[in-house]
């Protein structure tokens, strides 16, 4: 495959998660596109003594990663946290290239990943409005063909162009995230309360995702989604929240990634009210589908905490 522009380079944000960032890179590996890609990985520092041990072996594992164009290992000194390791990363990677492939250490790709993702990212270059291509999405709807535009970002399995991450703003509080926002604002970007990702707006620091996704919405951005997922998160389908969440019930959107080719058809830079709809129903409870055992505890922890 060619395209017009060069093939994005891949930035991977890891932490402490070994097993997690093998799974993440043989899958990485898998792509036909992976032997000539450049790979950055950034590496965060420990918090202490104990997860320093385990970010060297991480770090060791690392070193061992063969399959790539170029492959570039950036290790902190020191526990950046989350936030910072990827702001700073990306804005590194942009310093050099124009455009990135962003991939954190639980996000199995699909061996199309990063076909698709080139294909998008030089097909919307020079469109101001499209300033996110998403590998995730959380909606199954094959029927509509292969993608669809939201105001919605997702931060599994993204990239974006240098040009268009110039509007990122890292807010630093919540009335400054909110300005110029109205009401109707509000509840567009929470879905009408079925999505609560404002509520992020309390943490300090903000994270980068909701900062993202603010910024593109105050842009009058959109963002491409695969209209079934091209990503699987192992964080959550092996991670210890996830294992304890499924005595309630399952996230409706834990599905298998899609491997046949997506075809980057012509289709209008807009949003679907109809798949606007969808998202409205599906963000509900961040995805997550009750049991009879789930909704029973859940209705007594509701009155628990009135």
Known sequence: MKTSLPLSPIALFVYNRLDNTQETIEHLKVNSLASESILYIFSDGGKDETSWKKVQEVRD???TITGFKEIH????????????????????VLNSHETIIVLEDDICTSPVFLEYMNNALDKYADNSKVMHIAGFTNLDIPEKGDTYFTHHMSGWGWGTWKKKWNY??????????LQDLSNNDIKKLEYNGNF????SLDKNPIPWDICWEISIYKKGGLCLHPTHTLIKN???SNGTHFSASKLFGWYDYDRPFRTKSITLTDIPIEENPNIEKMYEKAMKDHGMRYNLFGKIVRYFY?????
């Open 61 to 63: 594992y690392l070193h």
């Open 73 to 92: 290992i950036i290790e902190r000194p020191e526990n950046f946290y989350l936030e910072r390791n990827i702001i700073e990363g990306i804005k590194q």
């Open 168 to 177: 990122f703003t890292h807010y630093q509080t919540r009335q400054e995230a």
């Open 196 to 199: 609560t990702c404002l509520k």
């Open 234 to 236: 192992v964080g959550i």
């Open 302 to 306: 509701k009155l628990l905490i009135k």
